[in-house]
């Protein structure tokens, strides 16, 4: 298996802070720590994309997986970001999924689910590098990172689906994920079996879990990815208890005191803070969408300062004790 051609991406509207900086995946590519989620945007998907780009996003989550994302719209915003001159396509970096037949609907698959594994993922990356084209005319289309929904029935199984997924790197695929994953899942992923002459080992350098109570927001996984490079990207990270842990905390309301932002944005910057997280932010609100990324350089910038860098760094300790006794 050749190089990998290394992503980096332009730099977006703002320059970032370090809190904001993009991560460096174990591939060497770049990747945002504020990405967009698309799940359940349905008919909105485009425009919010769109929307999610012109005021400074630049990574897209999303899945071919049609019950819950809309890929194809993803694109759509995508390439219609790209002809306006908003971004370019190194700008972005595109993440999409292979969904395993259990979490499709069965009338409206990217995929026949009676192939072979192998297969469902060829052909499931293969709808996904048309849908995600950055131009009409774009012969060759990529994926920044390919992400295996959820392990499958079995061991064997899910090697099977992660084979057919690397053998898309370099090229069309730049680096792989997976998702709903337990640490022995990440573990086997990262200590497989000895490649042969004829392949390269491709573990995962990015690893997609709920940060939430019911979890207890993964604090083994979460160690066991930053011990080996890999970056965990939360979701649920404001809904998954309802608010609860903002209410709870007071580094939180500390912190959005300190640098002018609402509790939201300061739980986002603390849960960047614990390393190694980038975060999904699904936000359908316009000025969400800025109050988040302006926020988070906010905190960043706050941090730099003398007197920031001290109450930070007493904030994060008391976050990360709530975060790792729950």
């Not at 809190?19 to 590519?29: P, R, S, V």
């Not at 390269?200 to 979890?215: E, H, I, K, L």
């Not at 910057?269 to 997280?277: K, M, R, Y």
Request: proline share 6%; with cysteine; net charge negative.
């Amino acid at each position: 298996m050749s190089s990998t051609t290394h992503t980096k991406r332009t730099s977006g509207p703002h320059t970032a802070s370090a809190l904001a900086a993009d991560h460096i995946l174990t591939t060497g590519a770049s990747m945002p720590r504020l990405m967009y989620g698309t799940a359940w945007k349905k008919e909105r998907t485009a425009d919010l994309v769109f929307e999610a780009l012109q005021v400074g996003f630049r990574g897209i989550d999303t899945a071919a997986q049609p019950r819950h994302y809309r890929e194809d719209l993803v694109g759509e915003g995508v390439r219609r970001a790209v002809a306006a001159g908003v971004v370019s396509r190194s700008d972005l970096f595109l993440q999409t999924k292979y969904s395993p037949p259990p979490a499709q609907d069965a009338s409206n698959m990217p995929y026949d689910a009676s192939l072979s594994i192998t297969d469902q993922v060829r052909a499931s990356v293969a709808s996904s590098l048309r849908n995600l084209a950055a131009t009409e005319s774009d012969e060759e289309p990529y994926i920044d990172c390919l992400v295996l929904h959820s392990p499958l029935d079995t061991p064997a199984a899910t090697a099977e689906a992660w084979a057919a997924m690397a053998s898309f790197v370099p090229h069309k695929v730049r680096a792989l994920g997976i998702s709903n994953a337990s640490a022995a899942d990440v573990e086997m992923l990262l200590d497989g079996p000895m490649p042969t002459p004829t392949t390269t080992p491709m573990p995962p350098a990015v690893v997609q879990n709920r940060f939430y109570p019911g979890n207890r927001y993964e604090v083994p996984l979460r160690a066991l990815c930053a011990s080996r490079g890999v970056i965990f990207q939360a979701f649920w990270t404001l809904s998954g208890d309802g608010g609860r842990l903002r209410q709870r905390a007071g580094c939180v309301k500390r912190v959005a005191e300190a640098c002018g932002v609402d509790a939201a944005v300061a739980q986002y910057a603390l849960v960047l803070g614990l390393g190694g997280i980038s975060i999904l932010d699904g936000t359908t609100d316009r000025s969400h969408m800025v109050a988040d990324l302006e926020g988070i350089e906010s905190v960043g910038r706050w941090i730099a300062e003398d007197e920031g860098k001290k109450a930070w760094g007493e904030c994060l300790v008391e976050f990360r004790g709530i975060v790792e006794g729950a």
